[in-house]
Nanobody
Framework: VQLQASGGGPVQAGGSLRLSCAASEGTFGRIVMAWFRQAPGKEREFVAAINFSGGTTAYADSVEDRFTISKDTAKITAYLQMTSLDLEDTAVYYC???????????????????WGRGTLVTVSS
């Protein structure tokens, strides 16, 4: 399974951006797709996840009121709509996918076998 992330770029603080993550196939059961991010000098952190079979979502506290994860099952694509971006949102955003993950594992990067290359989001003042 290959994941292709796109949609990153420069944006001003307070602005919005939408990331996309397209999977090459969706035949590996109950897909959970997630977004993680890694800022310079920091560890990779969980952002959001969505279960493709039911649409259940999960968010990091830092983004819950500003970011929305959604999916297009037919396209095997997950989206991350980011609003009210601030400087601390600057990072490389990675999408990840795995099948049949229990919800308590959604925020753990080690739980995912499939990763996209990442797309850079740069928020400026």
């Amino acid at each position: 399974v290959q994941l292709q992330a796109s949609g990153g770029g420069p944006v001003q603080a307070g602005g919005s951006l939408r990331l996309s993550c397209a999977a090459s196939e969706g035949t590996f059961g109950r897909i959970v797709m997630a977004w993680f991010r890694q800022a310079p000098g920091k560890e990779r952190e969980f952002v959001a996840a969505i279960n493709f079979s039911g649409g259940t979502t999960a968010y990091a506290d830092s983004v819950e009121d500003r970011f929305t994860i959604s999916k297009d099952t037919a396209k095997i694509t997950a989206y991350l709509q980011m609003t009210s971006l601030d400087l601390e949102d600057t990072a490389v955003y990675y999408c990840a996918a795995e099948s049949t993950l229990i919800r308590s594992s959604w925020s753990m990067s080690s739980a995912y076998d499939y990763w996209g290359r990442g797309t850079l989001v740069t928020v400026s003042s």
